[in-house]
């Protein structure tokens, strides 16, 4: 009955995807095409990191980079719009459905987008880098990356309390994120304070993964445990939230 | 008959401001109860309470038997609700929110099929299924709204400001649907801003003012207590007064004492003549 439940809560995303899921790939390819070429092509072309071209090394970085943004906005910024904007959140509240699958729905609806956006934009990125590997462990990673950013946006979407807040949150969380998590360079590059710093990002930890998978490297399992306990604290953190809102 | 809601010293405050306070209140099955109220007077946050949206600081509401703070799970399928603010999803078409709905409420495949394309047909929006909600007018948005409000067949029915916003023909026609789903056996609990349609509508009306509920009974019961004929006067530089009486006798009476008014109106007085009286506002703002 949970998954039944948590299906019905994603099965009307999918209906709206299904209509305009082009839109949705063009607008959601732009940013990781747009780094891959700056960053792949241009400032990157001819350096080499231990070993791998900087294309190769850059390319799980920005899948992992688009997986945290496509299921952080598909499943917060929706939430967040569905919650304060059209209130429609609320029907599902009243609706004879557990919380957990409740939540388990709405971070689904993340998931989908971000697998989505990340394996189209995988698709485009092994024609110009074809060596990358793709097996279990790195989707396995990707489904992983997924479900964590699409619980911290659906724990983001129900603590904010305006669209603003969401943006901060943005900002603050994700902007930094974004650049600092072992995306563009190696973790090995900076100096060590900071390199603590980083390993405190989940993304970093996405990034390690997807990268060593990516590479056919040795797997880092403790960034695959360690982005396993985001994902508990964010499912716990969300489901405190959601507690707090209805009887 | 039994009672569907039963609710008993119903209390919410918020950072110490009680917005209900001490509320209690029985609305019977099949009845169509008005619940009506200056706006911040504590309707919507009743509602919310009664709905499993809101927890309560104190006191308890049953609905159908089961309370809802210790079983909202089985109090979700007992109602249906319509709110005052649109809150379809608007990616969806009409007939997709049906679904959702109904998938929600655990309705079969077949059954699913069935009652959205007879509940389409009930508010007439069968030609305007597969329409888009942003596609549609505001009344058709609500008629799809009272028509998601019954996909799972509840025994009652929240009707929070139905009709606001709306043109006045279109109010008449959800008006009609209304009644037509009372007649059919639904419990309808209806709040609303507009004291003619609580008129038109209701049996029976609570007034709620502070939190509190300072008046309950038949439209009529309450226009008695007031008196049966009310008399406008308006006065040179002193707005308009009403007084208030039992027949039309007492109220000529008045009028012949009072030969410096201006104009004098004697008419029957009405519900808004009670909830003005009662709550010392017009139903959309303070006139103090």
């Known amino acids: ?247 | 008959m039994s009672k569907i809601i039963k609710i008993s010293g119903l209390n919410k405050d918020y950072s110490g401001k009680k917005v209900v306070d001490g509320l209690d209140l029985e609305v019977e099955k099949g009845e169509l109860f008005g619940f009506l109220g200056p706006n911040g007077a504590g309707k919507t946050t009743t509602i919310r309470i009664l709905t499993t949206l809101t927890k309560p600081s104190s006191g308890q509401v049953l609905i159908n038997g089961i309370d809802v703070a210790k079983d909202p799970a089985n109090v979700k399928s007992e109602f249906g609700i319509v709110q005052q603010h649109l809150s379809l999803n608007r990616d969806l078409t009409i007939a997709e929110n049906l679904e959702l709905h109904a998938r929600l409420h655990h309705l079969s495949q077949k059954d699913r099929k069935e009652r959205i394309a007879e509940l389409l047909d009930y508010v007439e929006l069968s030609d305007h299924a597969d329409y888009l909600i942003d596609d549609v007018s505001g009344g058709m948005k609500r008629r799809a709204m009272i028509a998601r409000a019954l996909i799972h067949r509840p025994k009652l029915l929240f009707l929070d400001e139905p009709t606001v916003g709306l043109d006045a023909q279109t109010r008449r026609r959800v008006w009609d649907l209304i009644r037509k789903m009372n007649c059919d056996g639904a419990t309808v609990f209806l709040t609303t801003h507009y004291i003619e349609e609580a008129e038109a509508l209701c049996r029976r009306v609570g007034i709620i003012h502070h939190g509190k509920l300072i008046a309950l009974g038949t439209p009529i019961d309450l226009r008695q207590k007031l008196g049966m004929i009310a008399v406008e006067m308006q006065t040179n530089g002193n707005g308009t007064k009403y007084e208030y009486f039992p027949d039309r006798a007492k109220a000529a009476e008045f009028i012949q004492g009072q030969p410096g008014a201006e104009k004098v109106v004697m008419r029957e007085s009405n519900l808004e003549d009670v909830f003005i009286e009662l709550t010392g506002q017009k139903v959309l703002g303070d006139l103090r």
Request: hydrophobic share 55%.
């Open chain 1, 1 to 247: 009955m949970i998954a039944q439940d948590a299906y019905n809560i994603l099965w009307a995303d999918l209906a709206a995807l299904k209509r305009r899921w082009l839109r949705y790939l063009t607008t959601t390819l732009i940013s990781p095409l747009l780094y891959l070429v700056a960053f792949g092509w241009g400032l990157g072309r001819g350096i080499n990191l231990n070993g791998t071209s900087y294309l190769e090394f850059v390319v799980p970085g920005i899948i992992a980079l688009t997986a945290m943004t496509t299921s952080f906005n598909g499943a917060g910024t929706r939430l967040n719009v569905d919650r304060l904007y059209f209130k429609s959140f609320d029907e599902c509240l009243m609706a004879p459905i557990k919380l957990h699958s409740l939540l388990l729905g709405k971070a689904l609806i993340g998931v989908v987008r971000g697998v989505f956006s990340s394996v189209a934009f995988l698709v485009l990125a092994m024609l110009i880098a074809p060596t990358i590997h793709v097996g279990p462990m790195f989707l396995l990673g990707l489904f992983l990356t997924c479900l964590t950013f699409s619980f911290l946006g659906v724990l983001a979407a129900l603590l904010a309390k305006s669209h603003e807040d969401m943006g901060t949150f943005s900002s603050i969380i994700l902007l930094p994120m974004t650049f600092l998590g072992g995306t563009f360079f190696s973790l090995s590059q900076v100096p060590v304070g900071l390199k603590y710093a980083l390993y405190l990002l989940p993304l970093t930890h996405a990034s390690l993964w997807l990268r060593a998978a990516a590479l056919n490297q040795s797997l880092p399992w403790m960034s695959f445990l360690v982005l396993l306990v985001f994902f508990v604290a964010f499912i716990g953190g969300s489901m405190i939230a959601v507690r707090k809102m209805s009887i």
